[in-house]
């Protein structure tokens, strides 16, 4: 008997016994988004978190929503441009961590124009 | 006493662009309608320059230099995926919502003890604030036009943090005694001309006219209105949206036309984009109806403006009979000589799906047809929009011209954010 048939015949004869079990398929969405409302996608662009695994052209999913924590991996907005570093709240300033030995910590106080976007939650790569 | 919510997203469209541009806060900034031609929203700071809603972008050039205004095209894109953000927190947070347009929707807080009101509308406040970046407005009062109101009042008033409650009648009295008559939702230009030539100008005007003489001057509509000032809820609470009546695609070119060809594809873009909204809603349409016509600003030009409306003998929503029928009546009003801006279709006499009374003359194979456009709208939704379409189709966007247009942030993954790092 050909295979085709044999599953022909388990179809016609028998109910599924998943069926009662349909639509719960591993969904990656609700996985890593949480709060579509507040989440955004972005695209890294440089080297410079290199040694924490984040490196040019992987996807960061953002949660906009959430409060920085001391040491989170943060999306910050310096003096007009976006960059993504570690977030080390300092009391009177921040520092903001490179993960790359060629770059320096960045150092921002009351005198910049500053501000937590919101904080990486997931990092996609392409293998 | 129940109570209403109104939420209004503050410069909406400016807002969004904000978003992702945090260097623009406390720079004006306008956005333009569909060719770039007229500015349709404002940041305060471009309000302060006297900026107003409507003017073509050429007349305030000079200002844009001056005054390093940012200038966007509309990115509907970012806007309807924003707003939709908004909305999906407004509908966690209150019983129910009935979105009024993009950036504004009405919240049903009837079940809401009043002491819980105020530091409710601050809580959403800042929440659709810090989740999704956009300031809003929400004014909570008995009635939908006194909650309109009392949202204005948020914007007026940056202390209220973005909630403001108001019923107390000395409350909505010192209000209005401020309020600009004209501004009254509900009140049109005509009325509002109206009373200022009765010099009436503040809403408590209004609002302390007789009802006798209300009713006799403005008739039935101003008088919801006034009762609405004066705490009566007049106007429903819809959570449902009402059954549409028509469903209009039209755009104006950034290029004009001039051949049957070119308006031919843009013609069939249209009823393509119309009949797959009724499939999206479950209607027929019994209607239709194209039009064309030239640029009304050029008047060294010669004008026309030319409509077609013909009936279908069964209800449809089939794209291949609308097409045809719709390159048909183009060409019974399409003329040459005539530099075409702007053109449309139109479908009205709705009737939901079960409704439709079949005919014996009918020559088209309804299950067929209804089967094959299900396969192409679901093509559609999983592939992208135009995957599948007739050749004589073009992509809507083709059809407009917009150079400013900031990237679609949040419903392209070619164009998300980037984050230099």
Not at chain 2, 117 to 131: G, K, M, Q, T, V
Not at chain 2, 180 to 191: A, K
Request: net charge neutral; charged share 25%; hydrophobic share 40%.
């Amino acid at each position: 008997m050909s295979k085709d048939v044999e599953l022909a015949e388990v179809h016609a004869g028998f109910p599924s016994p998943a069926e009662d079990f349909m639509n719960v398929a591993l969904d990656l969405n609700k996985e890593l988004v949480r709060n579509p409302s507040s989440t955004f996608f972005a695209r890294v662009k440089g080297v410079s978190m290199i040694d924490d695994g984040v490196g040019d052209g992987d996807m960061l999913i953002i949660d906009k929503s959430a409060e920085p924590w001391d040491g989170c991996l943060a999306v910050c907005f310096v003096d007009g441009e976006f960059t993504l570093k570690r977030y080390r709240n300092k009391g009177d300033y921040a520092l903001l961590m490179p993960a790359n030995k060629a770059f320096k910590p960045i150092r921002v106080d009351a005198d910049n124009q500053f501000a937590v976007w919101g904080v990486v939650k997931y990092l996609i790569k392409k293998m | 006493m129940g109570f209403i919510g109104l939420c209004d997203c503050n410069n909406f469209f400016v807002s969004c662009e904000r978003v992702f541009r945090p260097d623009l806060e406390g720079r004006p900034v306008v956005v333009l309608s569909n060719n770039d031609g007229c500015i349709v929203a404002r940041s305060n700071e471009a309000k302060a320059l006297g900026i107003k809603m409507g003017t073509p972008l050429y007349q305030v050039r000079d200002l844009v230099r001056r005054h390093d205004i940012a200038v966007f095209s509309s990115n509907y894109q970012l806007y309807g995926d924003m707003s939709q953000r908004v909305m999906d927190i407004l509908r966690q947070a209150a019983p129910s919502i009935e979105v009024y347009s993009i950036d504004e929707a009405f919240l049903n807080l009837d079940e809401m003890p009043l002491e819980t009101l105020e530091p409710f509308a601050r809580n959403l406040s800042a929440r659709i604030r810090r989740e999704v970046g956009i300031p809003v407005s929400i004014g909570i009062s008995p009635t939908k036009t006194l909650a309109k109101i009392a949202s204005k009042l948020c914007k007026q008033y940056p202390k209220l943090g973005g909630g403001c409650l108001m019923y107390r009648v000395q409350d909505v009295e010192k209000v209005l005694s401020r309020f600009p008559v004209g501004s009254i939702w509900g009140i049109g230009r005509r009325s509002g001309a109206k009373l200022q030539a009765m010099g009436i100008d503040t809403a408590l005007g209004f609002y302390n006219l007789p009802q006798a003489a209300v009713y006799s001057m403005f008739t039935v509509t101003g008088l919801r209105t006034w009762k609405e000032l004066h705490g009566e809820p007049c106007i429903g609470f819809e959570d449902v949206q009402p059954d549409r009546q028509t469903v209009c695609i039209s755009r104006s070119f950034a290029r004009e036309m001039t051949t049957i060809e070119e308006l031919d594809a843009a013609i069939s873009t249209f009823t393509g984009k119309v009949a797959e909204k009724l499939r999206r809603a479950h209607l027929y349409a019994l209607q239709m109806s194209v039009f064309i016509l030239t640029n009304r600003f050029r008047e060294d030009r010669p004008q026309s403006y030319q409509m077609k409306t013909t009936l279908f003998e069964v209800a449809t929503d089939d794209t291949l009979e609308m097409s045809e029928r719709a390159a048909r009546s183009l060409r019974e009003i399409f003329r040459p000589g005539f530099a075409y801006k702007k053109a449309g279709v139109m479908v009205t006499r709705l009737v939901p799906r079960g409704g439709v009374q079949a005919s014996f003359l009918d020559t088209v194979d309804r299950g067929k047809r209804s089967q094959l456009m299900d396969v192409i709208d679901n093509i559609n939704r999983t592939s992208g929009n135009y995957t599948v379409r007739l050749a004589s189709q073009g992509e809507m966007d083709q059809f407009s011209s917009r150079t400013m247009t900031s990237r679609r942030f949040t419903t392209s993954w070619d164009e998300i954010m980037e984050v230099k790092v």
